[in-house]
């Protein structure tokens, strides 16, 4: 099925970045530090927001037409080939070319995509041109992410496993690309090599489980792609396939999300990740990236739904403990970080796996026949990828724009204030160790970064799940899911237990980045003289925060089963649904989920925040006064920290705290096990690579350069010996003609 | 429609090339108007007759000729390839008593757009690449020597398109050598046209004497086929050939020699790639396109119009072994010589050799066109014919484009050694991504039109191999015809040449330059604006060859094979 229409258009979202990206890299080299290239086009930042701009626009005009229908539309037949197969001896036309395949989860997530992008690029012309380590290398910047923003708007809009492949590697080159944007920083360095080959890892079984998928659709393709979306999601395609098979190729595939999600026991590279400059981990490493492994096994619905009964349940119960799992691991390393960053690292490690618990408990529904708990569960999940994708790009946005205040600040400290020209010193702002990401040097930044502060306020309520903000609506959903799994299959007792505790985690560790940041007296020299004053950042802050606080509205037009039911979710009437949604939740008539709600939010929103005010609450200096909704909170907290005596000395000496500030021990692990396996492996084929592969390819060169030499000797130089050899060919098609004569 | 030669039908026909011989013409008139009188004898009276003495300052600017030879290529191209698209192209035969002389049809004017196009951009390259001076200053004997030539370059490179021109019209074989001849000795003038480097020198001279000694064997040729049929002209000839004796084969075998040396298939290509060496590098990249398309045409004419056997008939051509030995010889020599070359102009003229072999390894699969009485054999041959088009096409593409970029370094010194394009993406981006692109499209990567070609040309191949045979249920290898090897000696050779492609990327993008080569490229406007065009059209035509590929099957289909 085919159409035309506005989504013939469509294939231009991510063609428009990709086909930025060489420009802004040569248009960089050649104009690199003219002053117009840096004042006015912000050293590619302009080139870069109109495409995105263009198509964040075109993305909209897609997702109002395809609301409600799927759309699916080859945009371009590259060619078609007949081939001949010497087993079966039938000939099969196959054809190549590119398609779209828009459905609601597509739409979702290009509007995420698009839209984040867009923003962020926004905060990057504020973040990245005002930092003088940048000189001359922003275009590589601008291009990178406009390369990034392709390949993930790209992914989404793929209609063959194939193409959600290709992209996927792409936006994985960019992401190692951005994290090392600084090079010459040993752990930037470092750091993105890690994430590449911890994803590595992950995309091998990916694309061994893409190849098993292959070969079990391969039969029943026709002209199409084995692995297009229309041929593995046609029922009567899964109906014939082998559900063991099918299993084993879905888990490889999995695997592959588990590494681009940052999922345990994949989950080293993400923390490091956030070596790269602060819009690339607000993009990548928070609002998009890391989605493309809940995207890729949300895309895996229809196998769920569509094959044998309780097939492949094993497989969403997998998936839902690896995300319960390390929902509660994160939360607990988040604990005890310092860097502002780390802790947003680890709060959307933990995040992500609660989509996946959910996205487990849907996938276990569909493939056990409660089609409308399936869509409850699938719905919540992915409008929490939604809710957690805004709030958490906020979030990273808003920790930038505190880190890049800090720097200023700490300029202005370290040189009395005098040059705001700060071109060729930065290397003494390196050399004395001052550590603008850590929390222990801030402090009442509530009252001196307001928009900032608030930013960072709703952000956290939205992810902690703090009622009616946000991420409430839909963690409630994911909560209530897993249980209501549970109480079908024992088995998922432990991934409903390991998120309905990791609520109450959430509420702690978030409360205490933002009461550690924002509340309390300064508690350094630098932090009293931090305030907002670079322009570009506060708009996508501001835009995010509305977007954030306007969950509740999506909520109310039932934005839950419109994402939930493929085929007939319709969004409805605000006013119709939120009634409906706030009778749902917090007066369910079933005892059960009426217990679950009060306890989870009990949880989330008393104990969590509670215990962090008391450990670091407290009242900013004064005679500083931060906007009224956020100012009864500070004295809240100063309240609650004055009456508690609550004392965690014996607990920071622990020795779980300790190897929670060790990272629970995963990263010795690896290294250990790389040290040992992988580089006496490594060893062993580096002796096979020079000896035998090395040895074969040089003869196999020399060899050939030798008979090249004599056969160019031939070419004498001399007319008379042209002419002979003319004479011999003429003898000899004479010969070849006279034998068939 | 049938119209006599000279009457006013011809000259609207004709228009096109009407364009290209009043450009000739100017380029010889307007260079030498000047102020010079004539006086009448036994008189004081002088009329003055604008011809000759002292010039005027406006038609003696040596940028002039330049300009006219580039201008009269575009007229003349535009006015085709609009013709062409409005389908306002209708068969015209030229006739000449009961003789028919010319014939424009979709195959002529395809072949008339492919000469035009690599005409017009080494034309366009030729205008820095051999640059006009204004006289100011110092002036070195080069300069001079450049100025002076400005327009014998340019009215060699009309010459040229017309005889080729002429080629591709010709409905009788003495015609078509007519249009030949003219074109080749244009071309090897133009090889030899520094004729100060001894190396230009001694390459145009081998090339004609080689060229020569090609073309007596193939009037040869032309002279027993007329001994025997009484006629050259193409469908008396195609009409009596199965009836032929010995001689019209021995005839087919000269013939053969004459345009194997054209398209440069072995042993007959020893003095390309001397040849590509020595001549300007615009110039090189015009013999590896268009001459060779031209030598194309010849092979096209005389293999599947004359000498190929009627559908009626069981069997293959005779000359099917032939050229299927010839092709798997030219190719690998191609690639093998091209392996070891460090002169990159004269690894691409191997890399042509190789392309030839390519093109008539698809020649050999048309002369299988009706083995076991496949069912409607001509669109299998149609097919073929239209791969072979296709390639010819782009190649103008892109192996014009990578000769275009040796030009441009050839402005600041020679191109003769790999080194000179060490550096060369560090140097310009933009020049040395282009020429990695026109390698990579050489090597046959998708998505690139090389890989287009390739693919259309294996497929092609392939697909008569198989005939109609798996209609019967399942095939096996052994029910192939054996033409299904050329197409894998063309796929392990095309493995072979990426060797030698990529060495130029590696090069360009990871040595450093070499000394004296730090500075930015020169400039240039017109001959990178050139390799723009070429660059454009080889991506463009790589990913959406739709248009191109109809174009080649109508081009195809109007040869009239069944």
Avoid at chain 1, 281 to 306: C, W
Avoid at chain 2, 434 to 463: D, E, N, Q, Y
Avoid at chain 2, 529 to 556: K, P, Q
């Amino acid at each position: 099925m085919s159409e035309s229409g506005i989504i013939d258009y469509a294939v231009l979202i991510p063609l428009l970045p990709m086909l930025a990206f060489p420009v802004i890299l040569f248009l960089g080299k050649m104009f690199n530090g003219t002053p117009t290239w840096v004042k006015n086009v912000k050293e590619g930042g302009i080139i870069a927001l109109t495409v995105m701009g263009a198509s964040l626009l075109l993305a909209l005009l897609v997702i109002k037409e395809h609301m409600h229908h799927v759309g699916t539309a080859n945009i371009f037949t590259w060619f078609e080939s007949s081939w001949w197969n010497p087993e079966t001896g039938a000939i099969t036309t196959k054809v190549f070319g590119v398609g779209v395949y828009i459905d609601h989860l597509t739409v979702m997530l290009l509007f995420v995509a698009a839209f984040l992008c867009f923003l962020i690029n926004i905060f990057s012309i504020g973040y990245m041109n005002t930092d003088p380590i940048n000189d001359n290398r922003n275009h590589r910047f601008y291009a990178e992410f406009v390369l990034f923003c392709s390949g993930m708007l790209g992914m989404v809009l793929a209609d063959s496993f194939l193409w959600l492949f290709i992209f996927w590697e792409l936006m994985g080159l960019c992401s190692y690309l951005l994290i090392g944007f600084y090079y010459e920083r040993p752990s930037a360095a470092y750091a993105a090599k890690k994430a590449f080959l911890t994803t590595r890892v992950g995309d091998v079984f990916l694309v061994i489980g893409l190849i098993m998928l292959w070969n079990l659709f391969q039969p029943y393709a026709g002209t199409q792609g084995a692995l297009s979306y229309a041929v593995v999601f046609d029922p009567a395609n899964i109906a014939k396939v082998n559900p063991g098979d099918l299993q084993i190729a879905l888990g490889m595939m999995f695997i592959g999300a588990v590494g681009k999600s940052a999922q345990f026991p994949l989950h080293v590279w993400l923390p490091d990740a956030m070596e790269g400059p602060t819009p690339v981990s607000a993009l990548i490493h928070a609002a998009t990236m890391v989605n493309a492994g809940l995207y890729l096994v949300a895309r895996m619905f229809p196998f769920f739904s569509g094959a044998e009964l309780g097939a492949l349940s094993t497989l969403a119960i997998v998936i839902a403990c690896i995300g319960g799992i390390t929902a509660v691991m994160a939360a607990l390393i988040a604990f005890v970080q310092m860097d502002l960053k780390k802790v947003l690292a680890y709060s959307t490690m933990s995040q992500l796996a609660y989509i996946f618990t959910g996205l487990g408990s849907a996938l276990w529904f569909a493939n056990n026949g409660y089609e409308e708990l399936a869509a409850f569960a699938m719905g919540a999940s992915l409008f929490h990828l939604f809710n957690h994708a805004m709030a958490k790009g906020m979030l990273f946005m808003a920790s930038g724009s505190v880190i890049h205040e800090m720097h200023h600040a700490h300029h202005e400290v370290a040189h009395h204030g005098h040059d705001d020209d700060h071109g060729d010193d930065h290397d003494d702002h390196h050399d004395d160790h001052f550590d603008a990401q850590s929390m222990e040097n801030m402090g009442g930044l509530a009252s001196r970064m307001p928009i900032t502060a608030t930013a960072m306020f709703f952000g956290s309520m939205s992810i902690i799940g703090i009622p009616l903000i946000g991420g409430f609506w839909s963690k409630e959903g994911i909560i209530s899911s897993a249980w209501q799994v549970a109480r079908k299959e024992p088995v998922f007792l432990l991934p409903a237990m390991l998120v309905l505790i990791g609520a109450g985690m959430t509420g702690f560790y978030m409360s205490r980045m933002w009461f550690m940041t924002f509340a309390g007296k300064p508690k350094t020299e630098v932090a009293e003289k931090v305030h907002e004053q670079t322009a570009w950042i506060p708009i996508p802050l501001v835009i995010l925060t509305f977007m954030t606080l306007g969950a509740f509205i999506l909520a109310g037009m039932h934005a839950g089963h419109w994402l939930g039911d493929f085929n007939n979710g319709h969004y409805s009437n605000f006013f119709d649904g939120i009634g409906y949604e706030l009778e749902h939740v917090f007066m369910n008539h079933d005892m059960f989920l009426f217990i679950l709600t009060y306890v989870a939010i009990g949880l989330s929103l008393i104990l969590g925040p509670s215990l962090a005010m008391s450990l670091y609450g407290g009242s900013l200096d004064d005679g500083q006064k931060a906007k009224p909704w956020m100012q009864w909170a500070i004295s809240l907290s100063a309240k609650v920290n004055s009456k508690s005596n609550f004392d965690n000395s014996a607990w920071a000496n622990s020795s779980l705290s300790e190897s929670l500030h060790k990272r629970l021990h995963f990263d010795d692990i690896y290294d250990a096990a790389m040290l040992k396996i992988v580089v006496g492996f490594a060893n062993l084929s580096a002796i096979f690579d020079s000896k035998v592969i090395d040895g074969v390819i040089k003869t196999i060169e020399s060899t050939s350069q030798e008979v090249s030499r004599r056969v160019r000797s031939l070419t004498t130089g001399s007319a008379r010996d042209y002419i002979m050899m003319a004479t011999l060919g003429t003898l000899v098609i004479f010969m070849l003609l006279w034998g068939v004569a | 429609m049938e119209t006599e030669v000279f009457s006013t039908e011809f000259w609207q026909a004709f228009a096109p090339e009407m364009v290209l011989v009043v450009g000739l013409v100017l380029l010889f008139i307007i260079p030498n108007l000047g102020e010079a009188k004539f006086r009448v004898p036994l008189t004081k009276v002088r009329i003055p007759w604008l011809f000759g003495g002292r010039r005027f300052k406006s038609t003696g600017s040596p940028a002039l000729p330049g300009m006219l030879g580039t201008a009269t290529l575009f007229v003349a191209l535009g006015m085709m390839v609009i013709e062409t698209i409005d389908g306002g192209l209708s068969t015209t035969t030229v006739t000449s008593g009961d003789v028919t002389l010319l014939q424009i049809d979709a195959f002529s004017r395809f072949f008339e757009i492919i000469f035009l196009a690599a005409i017009l951009m080494a034309s366009m390259a030729s205008l820095d690449r051999v640059p006009a001076h204004t006289f100011k200053g110092n002036k070195s004997l080069e300069e001079m020597y450049d100025n002076r030539r400005q327009a014998d370059l340019y009215i060699l490179m009309l010459t040229t398109a017309l005889g080729m021109c002429m080629v591709a019209l010709s409905q009788d074989l003495f015609v078509l050598f007519v249009g030949l001849e003219l074109a080749s000795l244009a071309t090897y003038i133009l090889v030899a046209f520094h004729k100060e480097s001894k190396a230009g020198a001694e390459s145009g001279v081998k090339y004609f004497i080689v060229g020569s000694v090609a073309s007596g064997i193939g009037l040869y040729g032309l002279s027993l086929l007329y001994l025997e049929f009484g006629s050259l002209q193409l469908s008396t000839l195609s009409a009596n050939w199965a009836d032929g004796s010995i001689l019209a084969t021995i005839a087919l075998g000269l013939v053969l020699v004459g345009f194997g040396f054209k398209v440069s298939a072995a042993p007959f290509h020893f003095a390309a790639p001397d040849a590509y060496a020595g001549a300007n590098s615009p110039i090189a990249g015009v013999l590896a396109t268009a001459s060779k398309a031209m030598g194309m045409i010849g092979l096209i004419r005389i293999l599947l119009v004359i000498a190929l056997p009627d559908t009626g008939t069981d069997g293959s051509a005779i000359w099917i072994y032939t050229l299927a030995t010839l092709s798997v010889v030219t190719m690998t020599w191609g690639n093998i010589a091209a392996l070891g070359s460090t002169n990159p102009k004269r690894m691409l003229a191997y890399s042509s050799v190789a392309h030839a072999g390519y093109m008539m390894a698809a020649l050999t699969a048309v002369g299988a066109w009706h083995w076991g009485h496949v069912e409607a054999p001509a669109d299998y041959a149609e097919a073929i014919v239209a791969a072979i088009l296709f390639h010819l096409f782009v190649l103008v593409a892109f192996k014009l484009g990578a000769f275009l970029v040796l030009g441009l370094l050839e402005m600041e010194g020679g191109a003769s050694r790999l080194s000179a394009l060490s550096g060369l993406a560090r140097r310009d981006p933009l020049i040395g991504t282009s020429m990695f692109i026109f390698m990579l499209a050489l090597a046959g990567v998708p998505p690139l039109a090389g890989f287009m070609s390739k693919f259309l040309v294996i497929a092609s191949i392939v697909s008569t191999s198989v005939g109609d045979q798996w209609v019967n249920g399942s095939i096996s290898f052994s029910d192939l015809h054996w033409v299904w090897w050329l197409a894998l000696a063309m796929f392990i050779n095309s493995a072979i040449s990426v060797f030698y492609y990529l060495r130029i990327g590696v090069v360009m993008f990871l040595d450093i330059p070499e000394e004296g080569r730090r500075k930015p490229l020169p400039y240039g406007a017109s001959i990178r604006m050139a390799i723009w065009i070429c660059l454009v059209a080889t991506i463009i035509l790589g990913l959406s060859a739709d248009t191109l590929i109809d174009m080649c099957y109508r081009a195809a289909e109007s040869l009239k094979l069944a």
